[in-house]
């Protein structure tokens, strides 16, 4: 922008214009009026995006929780706020102030006037004032009802924050975090549910990487894994079965409420430790530490060779029972759960209610008691097994079971 300065006596006309200030007649006419040389002025012209000057950042919020329908005031940190920046709660709009702090301090326009009536509709009240571009407060209030943290979003020319969304803030002194693992700004936040983790099996895969399975409750509940100090990464899914590669660092970490599976590769200790830790970061979980399991899977136990039992063979009886996990190549098959049961009465003709008998082998066979072996894909953490004789002749006898190995 260009601009010329003039000076003239009351008794003296002005220029016409801006043309006729800088055109030496008008200068001469009289010596109690003249013109300076113009000059030049560079004004910014609002903007966003990286590269403008105009851009703004949200570095962090600080604030103290209130009940249902009190009024809270909310400060936000950053750079470059810009003199028209505006601000939305959950969608509506804040009235800008001269002083949030100081009522004498008041826009007394028509324009304000207009503004104030077309926001009485509004469910949130409120207003907030830019201190300078460093920082915002707000003032404002929520439905009587209303729990949780509400949507907060700053818009400015050409950008637009919505400060919920931000992951690397810092919220009433904690650093890199993000409005969902802070304290509600209204109401009371619940403790969120206790998890409950079974001790983990561990086993090896063909290629070498390692695979815990975590049996519990409320597992959705754990948010970061770490083994031996190591996190694990997170696909964010519930579907235990979602098609992964071992290449894609996401599919390591896969849970629903009811189980975790973890892949990851062999730590250098010879124990094994899992840590949990919970989605909004208050409850930490560390597991009993496991030994590495060798390189190569181990073998079941073989049957103890006790002399054959004397019993009746026509009765079924269930001793004991042993697990084994077989586990293919690839992050998208199944998990095979293997019950080897020991005991009397297994017969060709038993027909189980769930999975697949592979084998049956008599005491005669084994050297020591009946032997059965139960194919299970992705068994539920505890199971019921029914066995029937193929006339649908129902045996009374039936064991709980579940898929941790026998202590």
């Known amino acids: 922008m260009e601009s010329t300065g003039c000076f003239f006596s009351r008794s003296t ?11 030496e007649n008008w200068q001469k006419v009289a010596s109690d009026r003249g013109c300076s040389g113009s000059k030049k002025f560079e004004i910014p012209i609002p903007g966003g995006g990286f590269e403008s000057s105009n851009d703004f950042n949200v570095s962090g919020l600080r604030y103290d929780p209130v009940a249902k329908g009190e009024r809270i005031t909310v400060s936000i940190y950053g750079s470059n706020f810009s003199s028209q920046i505006g601000m939305m709660i959950n969608g509506s709009p804040l009235p800008p102030s001269l002083g949030v702090a100081q009522p004498f301090i008041r826009d007394d326009s028509s324009v304000a006037s207009s503004v104030i009536t077309d926001l009485q509709g509004e469910k949130v009240k409120g207003r907030f004032e830019r201190v300078d571009s460093s920082q915002i407060v707000a003032s404002f209030e929520m439905p009587a009802t209303y729990e949780k943290t509400p949507t907060i979003t700053l818009v400015a020319p050409g950008k637009a924050v919505e400060i919920n969304s931000l992951d690397n803030i810092e919220i009433n002194g904690i650093p890199n ?17 206790d998890f409950v983790a079974n001790e983990p099996q561990i086993f090896r895969k063909i290629n070498g990487d390692m695979v815990a399975i975590i049996t519990g409750t409320n597992l959705n509940n754990v948010a970061e894994v770490y083994v031996n100090g190591e996190k694990i990464g997170q696909k964010k899914i519930t579907d235990i079965s979602t098609d992964c590669t071992n290449s894609d660092d996401d599919c390591r970490f896969i849970k629903n409420d009811s189980y975790i599976k ?29 030994t590495k399991p060798v390189d190569k899977p181990e073998t079941p136990p073989k049957a103890q060779t006790n002399p054959a039992p004397t019993e009746d063979e026509t009765k079924l009886k269930i001793v004991k029972y042993e697990t084994s996990f077989i586990d293919k190549d690839t992050e998208d098959s199944p998990l095979y759960v293997a019950f080897h049961f020991y005991g009397i009465g297994f017969s060709n003709d038993l027909i189980s209610s769930i999975g697949k008998i592979v084998e049956v082998k008599k005491a005669k066979e084994t050297g020591g008691q009946d032997k059965m072996t139960i194919l299970l894909t992705n068994p539920e ?10 006339d649908n002749t129902f045996y009374t006898e039936s064991e709980l079971l579940n898929t941790r190995k026998p202590k």
Do not use: C, H
């Not at 006309?13 to 055109?23: C, M, V």
């Not at 975090?177 to 969120?192: D, H, Q, R, S, V």
């Not at 250098?268 to 009993?288: F, G, H, P």
């Open 177 to 193: 975090t993000k409005l969902k693992y802070t304290e509600w700004m209204f109401g009371t936040k619940p403790k969120i549910m």
């Open 381 to 390: 953490p505890f199971i019921k097994i029914k066995l029937t004789k193929a």
């Open 13 to 23: 006309s002005q220029p016409k214009d801006f043309k006729d200030a800088i055109t």
């Open 262 to 290: 973890l892949v990851f590769a062999p730590p250098l200790e010879d124990k094994i430790q899992i840590t949990l830790i919970t989605n909004n970061r208050d409850e930490t979980i560390k597991l009993a530490p496991i």
